[in-house]
């Protein structure tokens, strides 16, 4: 049955499984998908998974149609590729998560020295297949290539692999490949918007100025200003950092104009309306990025944190208890900087 027939307002992106004994491949199954996540986000009718959602799914067996129950979407995306020779192979699947069963095949084959070019050609076939009517905009963000440089197209994947890691050794190595990229390709945004994230979550790098977040993001929007993730960036240093309210929140609604499907913006520009006060607006925010990433345990306590904050009960002493909670929960999340929370809300500027 074509995908045309059935309702889709949901997905998610599995990574991809490699079916040869390449165990470098893991990188390149992560990466593809989350690049094909951030693609896909641009369809406006299409809710999408984010990869903080599916990047447990990397190993070991797995069920589609359970995962997209799980995950409560309509469908899953589930790819397999394979390494022949000097190609790369992959078998992409849309599979219902009512029944199991499989609405859409597709293959696809590319050089090995090509891999950038599977993500453009999965990313418009799935688009076709899901959405009835593509604005202008749309097709126009789905078919912009990042890089033709295929070795920085590699070492970008490798920095979103390791970023997805969201541990302190991770972030630094995802360093490390994102400049990699750049140096093989200096006009490559998405590289730059990675450094960005980086800068974000990694708390204080050696040798790293203080807004070196803000600096990549803005070279990433001079480079390509359709980068929601690069606005995020802006948005987040913008309230965080700088307390311009204001500022943030016109950055944040360029982002999800650009993404809806962007948890990460949800989530900290709920954060940023707290700070301004309008909590009604901050708490459907946070039940966004609770919909569009339902297992984030990250999201859910923050969500929880902006909820007791709308009663107008003392949130420190709970916050605390609840950052603790996570850390105990997921020791490998980098626990040592200060939460969201206590960047836009209880150290926000006097007055």
């Known amino acids: 049955q074509h995908p045309a027939a059935v309702p889709i307002k949901s997905i998610a992106v599995l990574p991809f499984r490699s079916l040869g004994a390449n165990g470098g491949d ?17 369809i406006r009718e299409i ?3 984010p990869t903080s959602a599916i990047q447990k799914y990397a190993a070991g067996d797995r069920d589609p149609g359970a995962i997209g129950r799980e995950l409560n979407v309509d469908a899953v995306l589930d790819c397999r590729m394979q390494r022949s020779g000097d190609r790369i192979r992959v078998t992409a699947q849309l599979v219902s998560a009512k029944d199991g069963a499989a609405l859409w095949t597709a293959s696809f084959d590319e050089k090995d020295t090509e891999s950038f070019a599977l993500e453009d050609s999965i990313s418009s076939q799935v688009a076709l297949a899901i959405a009835s009517n593509l604005s202008i905009d749309e097709k126009n963000l789905l078919a912009k290539l990042g890089t033709r440089n295929n070795e920085a197209y590699q070492s970008y994947l490798k920095g979103r692999y390791f970023w997805s890691k969201r541990t302190r050794e991770g972030v630094l190595k995802a360093v490390e490949y994102f400049q990699e990229a750049i140096r093989l390709d200096p006009i490559y945004a998405q590289a730059y918007a990675g450094l960005a994230d980086c800068y974000l979550v990694g708390g204080a ?7 070196s977040a803000k600096i990549a993001a803005l070279k990433a929007l001079e480079l390509d200003d359709t980068l929601a993730e690069a606005h995020t960036s802006v948005a987040y240093y913008e309230g965080a950092v ?3 309210w204001s500022g943030a929140e016109a950055e944040f609604e360029r982002a999800l104009a650009l993404n809806p499907s962007y948890s990460t913006a949800h989530h900290w ?13 901050a708490i459907a925010e946070i039940t966004r990025a609770q919909e569009l990433d339902p297992l984030s345990l990250i999201i859910n306590t923050d969500a929880g944190h902006i909820l007791y904050l709308a009663s107008g009960l003392r949130i420190g ?22 939460s969201v929370s206590t960047l836009m809300i209880d150290r926000r500027k006097p007055g």
């Open 269 to 281: 520009h709920a954060y940023n309306l707290a700070a301004m006060g309008r909590l009604d607006k």
């Open 205 to 211: 790098i050696p040798g790293t100025p203080a807004d």
């Open 47 to 49: 809710s999408i998974r």
């Open 26 to 42: 893991e990188y390149l199954g992560l990466g593809i998908a989350d690049a094909l996540i951030t693609r896909l986000g641009h």
């Open 242 to 244: 700088d307390w311009n």
């Open 317 to 338: 002493a709970w916050a605390n208890a609840t950052h603790r909670s996570v850390c105990i929960q997921r020791p490998s999340l980098n626990c040592s900087k200060p």
